[in-house]
Every structure is written in C-alpha cells, then in structure tokens.
C-alpha cells in the first residue's frame, strides 16, 4: 500500500513548510493542494471568468493539466509558482474554492496523483475528504496574529510590498469563509493529530510529526 500523509489546517499554519521537509525524509511527492485551487482562480481571473459562471470554470479546468516537480506546481508545463501567491489570488481564492464543482474535478486529480506515488498532501479537506484513509493525518494551527507575521515576512521577503494589518485581516476573513463554506469545510479529522505551532520553531513540529511517523510505522511492520 502506498504511503500517504495528510496536512491540514488554517492559511499561515506552517503546512507548506513543514510538509516539504518531512516530505525529503520520507522521500514523498509534495503536493500543495492550495496552489491547485490557486491556479484555477489565476486563470479564472486572467479570462473573466466569474465564480458565478460554473460552466466555463468547469471547461477551464478541463484544459488545465496540473503536476508537481520540486514541490512546485506546473500548469501545462509551466511552473507559475510566483504568480500564485500575490494578494489579488489571496484574496479571490476562497470564492473558486467554495464551488462544488471545482471541488470535485481537483480532489479526483489529488486522488489519482495519491494512487501514482507516496505523497504529503497538505490542503483544507485531506484527511476529511481527499484521502480519507491516510496512512498519517495533521492538523496544524497557530494563532491570527503568528499567521499573519509569517505570511509578512514571506511576501516581504518577495520583495513585495506589504501591509501587515491588511494581511491580518485577510488572513481572519479566509478562516471564517473556509470554516463555514458549505462543501468540504475545513475541520479536523477525527483520528487527526492536532499541533499548535504558535511560539514552536520548524524543527520542534517536524520532530514531533516525524516521531509520530515513525512510531505507526514501527507499529505497522510488527
Ligand atoms: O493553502 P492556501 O492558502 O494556498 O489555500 C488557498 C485557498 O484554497 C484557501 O482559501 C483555501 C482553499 N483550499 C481549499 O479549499 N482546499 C484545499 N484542499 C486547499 C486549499
């Protein structure tokens, strides 16, 4: 059976992070599912396609060929990571990524890459929805304020220009739309290890997930 780890959690929790380093010790295939529902709304964007018109998003998808290499997505072959994270995708995202519909067709295409090869998927719904029977599930969280900080210092260090109050607030509207949209909310999964990063470096909540790793594997090879 393949190996299979499920991150989920908040905007700003540290999944992206944590996820590809756990990723290279475990030799997986990191897949950001955020930046998928990302380069829907980027194209939506780029051809005025409204979250409203479900037929032509539907169509557009049919068209957009997504994979993973170096823990980037490549759309139709072109990696377009550095368009994906600009405050104008941010900020429309959530309305694309409430649609059923998108829904659908991007979890069948995280599925099918979960059947190709072993995979850290980190995202909203995985061990809710998309990969249900993970052989490893998280739910990482942090507070608003610690969240907000890092995405910051991620976009500062860009070179893009920033506000911090703005990011905040971004950040606290997001949690609200994906925790009370109809399809596929976040929430934790109940068998889910929960780990607050708030005031923990990178290293203490690999070591933790990684321990918890390891010890279902011991487990599982008894
Ligand atoms: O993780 P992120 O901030 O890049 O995600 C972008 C948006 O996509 C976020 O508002 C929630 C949504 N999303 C989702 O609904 N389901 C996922 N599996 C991943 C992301």
Not at 26 to 40: E, H
Not at 46 to 59: F, G, H, Q, V, W
Not at 162 to 186: A, F, G, H, M, T
């Amino acid at each position: 059976m393949r190996l299979s780890v499920a991150i989920d959690g908040p905007a700003g929790a540290g999944k992206s992070t944590i996820a590809k380093i756990v990723a290279k010790r475990y030799n997986l295939m990191y897949i950001n599912t955020g930046s998928m529902y990302r380069a829907v709304t980027y194209k939506a964007l780029e051809k005025d396609i409204p979250p409203e018109n479900i037929e032509a998003l539907c169509n557009l998808i049919e068209t957009m060929e997504m994979h993973f290499e170096n823990d980037e997505l490549y759309l139709n072959d072109v990696n377009i990571n550095d368009q994906l994270t600009v405050p104008n995708i941010s900020k429309n995202v959530s309305a694309y990524a409430s649609i059923k519909e998108v829904r659908t067709r991007l979890v069948k295409l995280q599925r099918d890459m979960s059947k190709k090869y072993d995979v850290i998927m980190d995202g909203r719904d995985i061990g809710t929805v998309v990969l249900k029977d993970a052989s490893f599930k998280f739910f990482l969280t942090a507070s608003p304020e610690e969240r907000a900080t890092r995405r910051y210092e991620e976009l500062k260090a860009k070179g893009l220009e920033v506000d911090y109050s703005s990011i905040l607030k971004d950040i606290i509207q997001r949690d609200y739309l994906d925790s009370n949209r109809e399809v596929d909310p976040l929430t934790k999964a109940d068998d889910a290890l929960e780990v607050d990063t708030t005031g923990i470096n990178i290293d203490q909540v690999v070591n933790k997930i990684c321990e918890y790793i390891n010890n279902g594997l011991e487990l599982s090879m008894r």
